[in-house]
T-cell receptor
Framework: DTGVSQNPRHKITKRGQNVTFRCDPI?????LYWYRQTLGQGPEFLTY????????KSRLLSDRFSAERPKGSFSTLEIQRTEQGDSAMYLC???????????FGEGSRLTVL | TQLLEQSPQFLSIQEGENLTVYCNSS?????LQWYRQEPGEGPVLLVT?????EVKKLKRLTFQFGDARKDSSLHITAAQPGDTGLYLC???????????FGPGTSLSVIP
């Protein structure tokens, strides 16, 4: 296993378009997290899964954001009707249940024009 | 409301100096982690501390977990330019909870 994989690494889109990011976690890990990060700031929690179940979604997230983890393997994060304020790095991480030791992907950078 | 606070926010020092960065909370955590992140990459785990008062060393880095498990510190001895990066603390309140991050300390070590 080569670790957590995210794609695309970079996405430039126009305001109002939809975008989807994919995350392939480490295969043995049952927890999967999505975070958003802007320059020089810490990762902001978006949502997380235990296997295929979505356990929590940040109250700061609008209904334009949705995430899935079908079959408890890879996950997708979709942003509908993108806004310029959505421009950020979107990070995916995976872990075993009960540990705070996260393994991150390299992130997907979104630029909304 | 930020559950984890970090200080200082920015730190610029000369190569060879020592430094300490802090991670504080009003909440008790079952474990705290420290990560380092370089530009354009995801954070990389440095250490986990789980026992109040625990001290862990990783080469020139020393990590301490507070007795009450509400705070932690990271001390770097004889900083090197390769130590430059964003240092993040993160915590897990219970094993069933989510991992949350502090805002980070941006360290720059000048040769």
């Amino acid at each position: 296993d080569t670790g957590v994989s995210q794609n695309p690494r970079h996405k430039i889109t126009k305001r109002g378009q939809n975008v989807t990011f994919r995350c392939d976690p480490i295969s043995e890990h049952n927890r999967l997290y999505w975070y958003r990060q802007t320059l020089g700031q810490g990762p902001e929690f978006l949502t997380y899964f235990q296997n295929e179940a979505q356990l929590e979604k940040s109250r700061l997230l609008s209904d334009r954001f949705s995430a899935e983890r079908p079959k408890g393997s890879f996950s997708t994060l979709e942003i509908q009707r993108t806004e310029q304020g959505d421009s950020a790095m979107y990070l995916c991480a995976s872990s075993f249940l009960g540990t705070g030791e996260l393994f991150f992907g390299e992130g997907s950078r979104l630029t909304v024009l | 409301t930020q559950l984890l606070e970090q200080s200082p926010q920015f730190l610029s020092i000369q190569e060879g100096e020592n430094l300490t960065v802090y991670c504080n909370s009003s909440s008790v955590f079952s474990s705290l982690q420290w990560y380092r992140q370089e530009p354009g990459e995801g954070p990389v785990l440095l250490v986990t501390v789980v026992t109040g008062g625990e001290v862990k060393k990783l080469k020139r880095l020393t990590f301490q977990f507070g007795d009450a498990r509400k705070d932690s510190s990271l001390h770097i001895t004889a900083a090197q330019p390769g130590d430059t990066g964003l240092y993040l603390c993160a915590g897990l309140k219970t094993s069933y909870d989510k991992v949350i991050f502090g805002p980070g300390t941006s360290l720059s070590v000048i040769p």
